[in-house]
């Protein structure tokens, strides 16, 4: 542990006084209660809106109002590029190259793009592979995706979960599960972190096992990204989809973002379901009969940029340029485990904190199951203004997002905690 925690508020400002991120803070609007700014914990849901976010989209709605039309090409920020603004600040937070990411559509609609892209069941090879207990909507996608093939999914998905007793999966068995089923294995699909359990997955080691026996594998990232650094490119992950309404801020139904390895990027044959938008830029107004790939990841592109629903994000990933990732998760680190000390001291409250306790093993998020009280304790919270959600039976999920979440904020919450419980 880099610095030595107790259980002092003076510590709690000391922290926060060398915490040389403590200003990106000032860049966010909070939601109010009780006339103050309220403690945020659920950027892992979804994340604040950024002042500049109202500014940019005004931009966008004035260049509409006055040019229509020829906004796409006279737009201050001209619309017909529109993903490619996004793509620098994004491939470097999820470890790729610029021509490796795009952004399109919502999470769930470009990971079944991206299975029906990388899924091609076989005799031999049909089953995919995920965590149990992932995100329902990843769940009911890989169901109906093997119905859509006329499969079963019975015989097809491979559910992974913890052992007797335990609440996270161990690394090993996931592995063995990988072995077990090389001759069978067409695709690895986990998410990143479990949305429930804050567990982070060994990307590489997943990646790694699935090639090994001939299997592809991809992860949905929705609670990875803009929370802890990744390298697809040299990890080789062949495919990976997220929101970016959570720790990247980009506001509700924010347009998705979407990563596959330059080795089917630039190849033209890889299959998937188009529209325009994918097709090779310098033709794509001929309007002409067969479509022609764009030879990087926007070759998923379909449909016309959302301009409106990205404006946000452009706006908030210049936040994230500024701060580095690096330097992010170094503060997430020392946060979330200032946090884990904190709650730890608490001997009088029956709880379990199910999220592994190794920095490798989670992001900014801790779930915390409580055997009695846990919805009243919510409530308390949110009382306070210290906003956590909350899953049955006892689950509360506590995110504290290095952007603009501080050290005083976690004593605060620990606080609650200790006097109330
Ligand atoms: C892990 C995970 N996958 C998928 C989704 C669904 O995302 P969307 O509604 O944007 O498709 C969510 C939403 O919170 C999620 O947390």
Known sequence: MPFEFDTSLHTAQALDAADTLA??????????????????FCGNSLGLQPKTVEAAVQQELNDWKTLAIA?????????????????????????????EVTVMNTLTVNLHLLLLSFYKPTKQRYKIMMEAGAFPSDQYAVETLVKHFGLNPDDCIVEIAPRENEKILREEDIINAIQQNAETLAVVMFGGINYYTGQLFNMQNITAAAHKVGAVAGFDLAHVAGNVPVQLHDWNVDFA?????KYLNGGPGCVGGLYVHEKYANDINTPRLAGWWGNEESIRFKMEKGFIPKTNASGWNISTAQVLNTVSLKASLAIFDEADMNELRKKSIQLTAYLEFLLKQLNNLSFEIITPSSADERGAQLCLYFTKHGKAIHDKMIENGIVVDYREPGVIRVAPAPLYCSYENVFQFYEILKNNF
Not at 25 to 40: A, E, M, S
Not at 75 to 99: D, R
């Open 23 to 40: 200003h990106f803070k000032q860049q966010f609007y909070f939601p109010q209660h009780n006339g103050k700014d309220v403690i945020y």
């Open 241 to 245: 989809c997220w929101c970016n309404y």
């Open 71 to 99: 906004g796409f090409s006279k737009a201050k920020t001209p619309w017909l590029y529109y993903q490619e603004y996004i793509k620098p600040s994004l491939a470097k937070i999820v470890g790729a190259k610029e021509n």
